[in-house]
């Protein structure tokens, strides 16, 4: 008989306790697995829509990496069109897209609104990232965007403008002189952080370019990568092939640029840590109760296994057994029971509320997530080893003749 | 054998008789074990002096109180003495680690206790195998020899039973058996017929003392029971925690 046949027996002989312990485990284990599996969901989520956002790499001037700029793309790459085609040469490159940021005023005549520009080439941005599928009214600048602007629906709310309706914006050319051009509307985009849907204005990379006067410098170039390539080693190729060329660049990658998602995570991170080690907490000073209670029922069986030669470690080693034995029972059961409030919650369609500066709340989906589930068994198996330890270690301890006469 | 300060009669003979070349399977010299009662300091076994050798069938008789099961306890290895020296097969055994009074007690001896103490959660057969799993010995011979053990003891055909559905005799006949698995030298009996009636009780007695007669296994009796007392060979009367008598017949 092995040592978990024979743990199985008792376990099985003390049914009730088994059933109330297993069960501690298993909610414990489903707790972890949906937390596991929402959290697991929600970086992924969070990274996908970073990287949608800022690219996995954006190359810049070196300048731009530390300082700030006082004039109009006084950090900008000149002849940006040519640092794009020898970034899109490199084979694990799936797509480069300049962007030119700007700060300026729009105006509807009547009126003048602050914003935060950017000019981009409109249809491989449309299609690397969000931009088209935010739109709410109208649509995505088209071809090389014309004349057209894009606005916030916060800015367009604030220059009462809608599709179809003209603007103008003004901004300073990086000769500090202001300059004026007049766009048209042709969609409104909610890019679901409030503050940045008051001043957000997307036109043409061209228009960009007539309004700041500065034909050919990009702001920066947004880079994203083929499947499973390798970020660093891109990275360092693009950094090589570029200063080669004579731009003097620096590469960064997504997570320096993202802080927002460094801050989330890190949230995330202490708020379920903390209640994963309340859970845990909970889980081990109930067994510990449950193992303590087994140990002093079974005080004379104890001793009549030392007497017929079970070394104190062998004594140990069952009371651990059988701590394991329920911290596996509990996860199979939990692991059903996570995956049936998995479902129902997915299917519930509960919205949950829009985190802080967004404007959208998102529904609940917990995704299944092995490794949540993986990660749950090792917790409570170890849980459970913690939990069975002392008590297990008493057991081993007791005196013989003691345990022999205990009643 | 040796015996204790105030050995009458019997003992003294016996002893320069057994005086064997080979050591005794289990010696107790000048031990004394005391527990404390609140503040007081209770002697329950004073300076015995004991050997149990090959083949004996000793039985420790005394009053209530007077010190058998300690003795009995510490002559198995089951509690460490106060004083005085506990030797198995010539070797101290107080100094050695509890890992290795464990080995000694499983490869050694057996035990029989008076509410039999088998494990309700395995059957007759696993009962009796289980000192054999802790020496190692396969599956299979485990199964075999504790079927055998429990042919010799007249449980056939209840090897898959569990200790509830069993009589107190059938009880105490698989303890027998689990005490003889690892081929013991030395088998300690605790008051083994308290619990039964005695016709079950005198079944189980020539049982053990069959096993002796043929097997050459030593019994040490804790005992109140004059049926014991009876098929003894040799009795060794404790009174307050020293041996009054120790009488070889």
Known sequence: MNAFALAWRNLLRQRRRTILMGAVVALGFAAFALAGGFIAQSFAGLKEGTIQSVGQLQVVDRRAVSGTEEKTLEFGLHDGARARAIVARDPAVEAVIPRIDFVGLGTNGARSVPFLGVGVDPEPEAKATLAGDLIVSGRYLSGDGGDGVVLGTGMASALAVKPGDSITLMATTPDATLNAVDATVVGLVDVRIKELNDRYVAIGERLAGRLLQSDGTVSKLVVFLKPDADENRVAQRLEQSLTAAGYPIAVRHWKDLAVFYGQVKLLYIGIFGFVGAVLIVIVILSAAIVMTMAVTERTREIGT?????????????MFLTEGVAIALIGCVAGAVLALIIRSALNASGIILPP?????????INVEFYPLAYAAGILAMVLTMLVASYFPARRASRISIVEALTHV | MATSAGTEAGGGGRSSAAGAAAPALVA?????????????????????SLEVRRGEFVALQGPSGSGKTTLLNLLGLLDRPDQGEIAVAGQDANSLSEDARSDLRRDRFGFVFQTFNLLAVLSAEENVAYPMALAGVAAEER??????????????????VRPDLLSGGQRQRVAIARALANRPELVFADEPTANLDSHTADGILDLMREVSESGGVAFLFATHDPRVVARARRVVLLHDGRVESDVAR
């Open chain 1, 355 to 363: 985190p802080p500066g967004a404007t959208h709340g998102m529904p």
């Open chain 2, 143 to 160: 199964s075999r020899r504790a079927r055998e053990l429990l042919d010799a003891v007249g449980l056939q055909g209840k090897y898959g």
């Open chain 1, 305 to 317: 296994l030392r007497a017929l030669g079970t070394r104190p470690s062998g004594i140990q080693r």
């Open chain 2, 28 to 48: 107790a010299r000048e031990v004394s074990r005391f527990y404390r009662l609140g503040a007081a300091v209770v002697p329950a076994v004073r300076d015995v």
